[in-house]
């Protein structure tokens, strides 16, 4: 009897998942994005790193719709994937259905909030919290956990209202997650490698500056 209870459950629950609707403000934020078939930008980076000093590095970002956005840089340095991820197709590559949480303020902003969870074992990341500006009809944060990297929380800030891409954005991760490839930090860096091998949890932030932004729609 217990089990034919478990059973009925466990259906009910599949069912109730099956039957979700994506939600309705990720669709429109998600067709603006999908509206872009390339943009291109100068880049500005800083790293705010507790064993690495670092000066402002700076390159250009290309997308093209399909494609990996790519960086290409005189001092080039490796960058974690989720911050130039600015059409988060990432996170609509394979099946997820998605949770309302109600709602929240980033910087002064009153969003949505939602959760992202994936369906497919397929996906690199177990669940992603969106907070949507849903009169910009953008996402302003997102606070992503993957599978093997940890948790990336990335903040966006806009110039005005009817901006689709960001010009700032803030990515803070475990650096203890990530393997840097030191020898791609370019020069004039300098890092402290007995910090490295400390224990401990460290935490670090990417900042990254977009200028003379050009977008093809």
């Known amino acids: 009897m217990k089990r034919f209870y478990f059973l009925l459950v466990l259906l009910a629950s599949l069912n109730s998942i099956n039957s ?16 872009i078939k390339s943009y291109e930008a100068q880049i500005k980076l800083d790293v705010d790193i507790s064993f690495i000093n670092m000066p402002s ?3 250009k970002v290309k997308y093209r ?3 990996s956005t790519k960086v290409t840089s005189q001092d080039f340095i490796m960058l974690p994937k989720r911050g130039l991820d600015l059409t988060l197709n990432e996170l609509f590559q394979h099946p997820f259905i998605t949770v309302d949480r109600g709602e929240d303020t980033h910087k002064g ?18 669940i992603a919290t969106i907070f949507m500006d849903t009169k910009a009809k953008r996402i302003v944060k997102s606070e992503i956990s993957t599978k093997m990297e ?10 005005n209202i009817v901006d689709v891409l960001p010009t700032a954005i803030e990515v803070e991760f475990a650096v203890n997650s990530i393997k840097i490839p030191l020898r791609f930090l370019g020069k004039e860096t300098e890092v402290d490698r ?12 990417i900042f990254l500056t977009l200028s003379e932004v050009q977008i093809a729609r």
């Open 57 to 59: 590095k700076y390159g």
């Open 20 to 35: 979700q609707e994506i939600d309705s403000d990720l669709i429109i934020i998600k067709q603006r994005m999908d509206s």
């Open 194 to 205: 007995k910090a490295i091998k400390e224990e401990g949890s460290k935490s670090g932030k």
């Open 150 to 159: 940890g948790v990336f929380t990335t903040s966006l800030d806009y110039n």
């Open 109 to 126: 902003v009153n969003c949505k909030v939602i959760n992202l969870i994936p369906t497919s074992s397929k996906s690199d990341f177990s």
């Open 65 to 67: 719709q399909g494609e």
